[in-house]
């Protein structure tokens, strides 16, 4: 069973930076495509990137050239980082993980996800 703890969330003015962290439990975490989900208020949850556990990353539009996902798989820990923050990038941060997976925007087949870190984008 992989247990995944958040961390880094906060709040941050338009323009600023976050860094967030996720570690994992467990020792295959490199067997393990690693995601990072959102969920504003009144919205579904939503994808925003993931490091595939073949090594390849992806992202949804609306954060490429200002995110960037990493992982360590020594450490088992994925991170985001957060740059040009907007306020519409305000919701709660969701770390997730499953393994061998291969469609990592889809939400359905995850099988662990974190407790959420709070972000929010002051304008």
């Known amino acids: 069973q992989v247990q995944l703890v958040e961390s880094g969330g906060g709040l941050v003015q338009a323009g600023g930076s976050l860094r967030l962290s996720c570690a994992a439990s467990?020792?295959?975490?490199?067997?393990?495509?690693m995601a990072w989900f959102r969920q504003a208020p009144g919205k579904e949850r939503e994808f925003v990137a993931a490091?595939?556990?073949?090594?390849?990353?992806t992202y949804a539009d609306s954060v490429k050239g200002r995110f960037t996902i990493s992982r360590d798989n020594a450490k088992n820990t994925v991170d985001l980082q957060m740059n040009s923050l907007k306020p519409e990038d305000t919701a709660v941060y969701y770390c997730a993980a499953d393994r061998f997976y291969e469609r990592p925007w889809d939400p359905q087949g995850y099988g662990h996800w974190g407790q959420g870190t709070q972000v929010t984008v002051s304008s």
């Open positions: 490091f595939r556990w073949r090594g390849s990353t």
């Open positions: 467990g020792r295959t975490f490199s067997t393990y495509t």
